[in-house]
């Protein structure tokens, strides 16, 4: 028996004939009703999926906060924006500890698609910042917004729907999603020339993708959110955290099946067509293209760094001194930290793209190890 989902699609394949990768991971992660980040199925934490940096560790928010409190010095006045605020882990440690230190933003805005995980969020932030419920505001989409301070994205940019491409006979091919015998299958169509001229800014014009049996992804969604963070950022910086590589890295000889991985009860797998509605899909993140797309716009790309330089840099290892942990505690607190630090789990993997727009300030967290060159 097909599940709600199961039968939207296929119907609407029926209807319309097959339809691109990225409409499929549309529709199976943020369809209104059933996608999987809608469907009120238990996603972050030991009993869902998958865990992200702020959930594992609250001195991830923490160490960020800092980067917030060096650029209100010179501006009291700004306001944080998080996109896809998850289990609402980080708003309550950035917050949690601006509250302490007595330098607060005027908005705490988080930019959600998810309803349910909306009602997650206002719960936690109600239990525990009760007095300051009032400065966070809710919206899920962003279009008249301006905004002066900071704009964080951990992990929000590997969850856009994206492309997939396959390299054959010298051919570029899109992925499409069909319905035929009773199941969904793949179907790979011709390309067309915004999808090379697209290819060419994700890759450096230079480098050259002569490969055969080749698959890869191409996100052509960074545009629109990079031109909409630009456009609504009056001055600031947007912090990009997640999984990814740079072009180079990111279309290696030997990477020829991809980046994308799905995440179902913590165990990866790479079939985006089982467990549909059910399993988290992603793909790595292309930080070239993100970071080319930055330049054509009105914005500096200020860094390129990895997770664990950007959190040092941040002042998280003082952080974590100064905390008056109990000795078990303190043990807890410490595997923690190696998460979010350590080259063998997220400390290398995760990197951060770090964009500015009308600043001259020298950032806390580009300060040492910028690894801007391999961009
Ligand atoms: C992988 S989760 C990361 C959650 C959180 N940032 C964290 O690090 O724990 C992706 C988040 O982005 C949200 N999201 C994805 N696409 C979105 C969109 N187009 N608009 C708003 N939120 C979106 C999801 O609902 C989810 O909260």
Redesign the pocket.
């Known amino acids: 028996m097909q599940t709600h989902l199961e039968s939207y699609l296929t119907e609407k394949i029926r209807r319309e004939g097959h339809i691109s990768f990225s409409d499929y991971m549309d529709i199976v ?2 369809n209104n009703a059933f996608g999987y ?1 809608t469907n009120s199925k238990k996603i ?1 934490g030991p009993k869902g999926d998958f865990v ?4 594992s560790s609250s001195l991830f928010g923490e160490a960020i906060s800092n980067e917030f409190i060096n650029l209100s010095e010179d501006n009291p006045n700004l306001s944080i924006l ?6 609402g ?2 708003a309550l440690s950035i917050i949690s500890r601006l509250k302490k230190l007595d330098i607060l933003p005027k908005h705490y805005i988080i ?4 309803e349910y ?1 909306i009602t997650i969020q206002k719960q936690k932030i109600k239990n525990q910042l009760p007095d300051l419920y009032d400065i966070f505001e809710w919206t ?1 989409v962003l279009d008249k917004q301006k905004l002066n301070g900071l704009i964080i994205a ?3 940019f ?3 729907p994206t492309e997939r491409f396959r390299i054959k006979n010298k051919k570029i091919d899109s992925l499409y999603i069909g319905y035929e015998n009773n199941k969904l299958c793949y179907f790979w169509k011709s390309c067309n020339n915004s999808f090379y001229r697209e290819l060419d800014i994700a890759k450096n014009n230079h480098e050259k993708l002569e490969y055969e049996n080749y698959i890869s992804e191409l996100n052509l969604n960074y545009n629109k959110w990079i031109s909409l963070l630009e456009g609504l950022l009056t001055s600031g910086v947007i912090f990009i955290i997640d999984y990814g590589y740079h072009s180079s890295e990111y279309f290696l000889k030997d990477r020829c099946d991809g980046t994308l991985v799905c995440m179902h009860n913590h165990t990866p797998n790479f079939n985006p067509l089982i467990n549909i509605g059910r399993q ?1 899909i ?1 793909t790595f993140v292309n930080f070239t293209h993100i970071s080319n797309i930055a330049k054509s716009l009105n914005l500096l790309v200020d860094g390129y760094i990895s997770q664990s330089s950007f959190l040092i840099n941040l002042g998280i290892l003082n952080i974590f001194e100064e905390k008056k942990y109990s000795e078990e505690q303190k043990i807890i607190e410490l595997n923690r930290l190696k998460n979010l630090l350590l080259p063998n789990t997220m400390g290398e993997i995760f990197k951060v793209l770090v964009l500015k727009k009308n600043l001259d300030n020298q950032l806390l967290s580009t300060k040492k190890l910028n690894h801007l060159h391999k961009l």
């Open positions: 992660l943020y980040y972050f992200t940096a702020p959930i998080e996109l896809g605020g998850g289990d882990s980080l930019l959600e698609i998810s995980l899920n951990n992990e929000f590997d969850a856009l988290d992603s």
